[in-house]
């Protein structure tokens, strides 16, 4: 951040316990649960949890949260690695909920020697019976009072594998009565049957979230352990945790206001759910919000921190516009992306008075105004825009091309239509035009104006390639909900480029003059036959709107 802009209110936390003392180093953590992969929501925890790390000097971890044996998998865990990393952070040590099964379990132990443990043997719908309500106390249950020597043999016994799963639990003694529901004697240990990712067959009992959060924070002398608002209501039993589990490191939890983007599903159930029914093409399908979606798609991890620095941190949920992350990209983009032509839907143009046979190279810039340039063939036959042609001009506010109009091509000549070939439909086949070589652009009368610009390209040197544009995945219902856009893709194929593409890498980001910002898509381009995903349009609605306020 830089000097001068206003703290958030966890900056201002880490500020007073440095200045106090009350933390040395600041150490941080990113926990994803390896059950998916990351999306938008979580881009903006890991520019908090990595940015506060480096502003202060400290530490941040990377946690693999896989206390879950059955929704975690280990391809989840490279993909989340590999995201973190593109988007510019790196962590100190790379750890797992995982490693610290046996202290965990040794936790548990203690707590069951100090009577603040014990085995339930309820079913999960008995304990839901018993919970209570946030308006009426929760009851004790039968089993409360077991000693703690039956506690600790049932225990053992549970991770001896004894028990199937749902049989037994081992819940913590703290108060039925209490006014919040987190604290009434919330489980601690279940039985799960199940292999795990990466203990395998070790363990037939897993730890709870609740209980294993704060114990790897701890663990791991995390400082500030910031989280979503959701776990407000965890706090109390987080330091609960803590401190009768006699941690020497006393983490400290901060929640803050999960992102939530307008036209957006974030949530990797749901997203998982459109991968399995085969609704996307994959987690990295360009139309997803998640990170390897919006990376395949074009999107610059620069754009995502700027995004995640300009929405800033709070305790209030709200919902972001989604154009307000288009705004950032396109930004990033318009200062970075080389221009190119590409005629989206071709339409034939031939200058019926330039030499045949013959084709000059112009030059065009690569970014405007700056000094980097190549080089674009021109010749007689030419395409230009099916959009950027009508027969009869409609109307005084129009300056694209129409029989007897003149407009200027890109880096090119002004040219007059003559007339328009029609096939045998009556659909106009053909623009035949007229140039004028005295208005070569750069040249000496390429002072004469024209209101319109046309980009083009030429014929005989085209490249063919195929685009692929986008509107949004979801769209929302009037009562809030949403269902997947049927129309959210739409391919053309082929679109014509000038032959400067030729150059170009997979994943490599380009305007095209007059249409947008387009990738070069990394997975299905081949050798012969590029493919690109629009990143985004030019046309910058939010910023007109929103952020000027017209
Ligand atoms: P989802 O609900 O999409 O499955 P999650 O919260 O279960 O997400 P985790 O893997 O548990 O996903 O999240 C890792 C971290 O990312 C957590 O600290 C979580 O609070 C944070 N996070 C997840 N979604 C968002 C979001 N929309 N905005 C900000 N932080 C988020
Ligand atoms: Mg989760």
């Known amino acids: 951040m830089a000097e001068g802009e206003s703290k958030n209110f966890i900056e201002e936390i880490i500020e007073n316990d440095l200045e106090k003392g009350v933390v040395k180093e600041v150490v941080t953590r990113f926990p994803p649960e390896p059950n998916g992969y990351l999306h938008l929501g979580h881009a903006k925890a890991i520019c908090l949890n990595f940015g506060l790390a480096e502003e202060y000097g400290g530490k941040c971890n990377l946690r693999f949260d896989d206390t879950n044996p059955l929704k975690e998998d280990a391809s989840y865990v490279d993909a989340i690695k590999k995201d973190i990393e593109w988007l510019g952070f790196s962590w100190d040590k790379e750890v797992y909920g995982s490693d610290y099964f046996d202290y965990m ?129 965890h706090r109390p039993l987080y330091d609960w945790v803590v401190q009768n589990c006699d941690c020497k490191n006393v983490p400290r939890q901060y929640e803050f206001a999960r992102l939530n983007l307008s036209n957006t599903v974030m949530s990797k159930r749901y997203l998982k759910k459109l991968v399995d029914e085969g609704v996307v093409s994959g987690w990295d399908d360009p139309r997803m919000p998640t990170l390897s979606g919006v990376r395949r798609r074009g999107y610059t991890p620069e ?153 083009w390209v030429d014929a005989n040197t085209a490249v063919r390639a195929q685009v692929r544009l986008f509107d949004y995945l979801f769209l929302e219902q009037e009562d809030g909900s949403y269902v997947t856009n049927e129309n959210s893709m739409v391919v053309l194929d082929p679109v014509l480029l000038e032959p400067h593409i030729k150059t170009a890498k997979k994943g490599d980001r380009f305007q095209f003059m007059r249409q947008g910002y387009f990738a070069i898509d990394p997975v299905d381009s081949t050798g012969d036959k590029l493919v690109f995903n629009q990143i985004v349009s030019l046309k910058d609605s939010f910023a007109k709107q929103v952020l000027k306020g017209n």
């Open 303 to 455: 754009a995502i921190r700027d995004f995640c620095e300009r929405i800033g941190v709070a305790k209030a949920v709200s919902e972001v516009d989604v154009r307000l992350l288009e705004h950032c990209v396109r930004e990033d983009l318009n200062a970075h992306a080389p221009r190119v032509m590409a005629v989206l839907r071709p339409l034939k143009l031939t200058i019926e008075n330039y030499p045949d046979n013959e084709t000059e190279m112009l030059t065009a810039e690569d970014l405007p105004g700056g000094e980097s340039r190549h080089g674009v063939p021109f010749s007689k036959h030419l395409y230009i825009e099916r959009d950027d042609f009508m027969e009869e001009r409609p109307n005084n506010k129009y300056f694209r091309l129409y029989v007897g109009g003149e407009v200027r091509l890109k880096n090119a000549y002004i040219i007059k239509c003559e007339r328009a070939v029609k096939d045998a439909d009556g659909n106009v086949a053909e623009v035949v035009c007229s140039y004028d070589k005295t208005t070569k652009s750069g040249g000496e009368n390429s002072g004469k104006k024209v209101k319109g610009t046309l980009h």
């Open 105 to 233: 379990y040794e936790c548990a132990e203690a707590l069951i020697k100090k009577g603040l443990a014990f085995v339930d043997d309820l079913t999960a719908e008995q304990m839901r019976e018993y919970r209570g309500t946030l308006t009426e106390p929760g009851k004790e249950s039968p089993y409360r009072e077991r000693s703690v020597e039956e506690n600790l043999d049932l225990f053992r016994r549970m991770r001896a594998g004894e028990f199937e799963d749902g049989e037994k639990i081992l819940r913590a003694k703290i108060d039925m009565s209490s006014p919040n529901l987190n604290m009434r004697d919330p489980a601690v240990f279940r039985v799960v049957k199940s292999p795990h990712h990466r203990t395998g067959d070790k363990w037939a009992i897993y730890p709870m979230y609740d209980f294993a959060h704060p114990l790897e924070d701890a663990f791991e002398g995390v400082t500030h352990s910031v989280c979503t608002m959701e776990f407000e209501d």
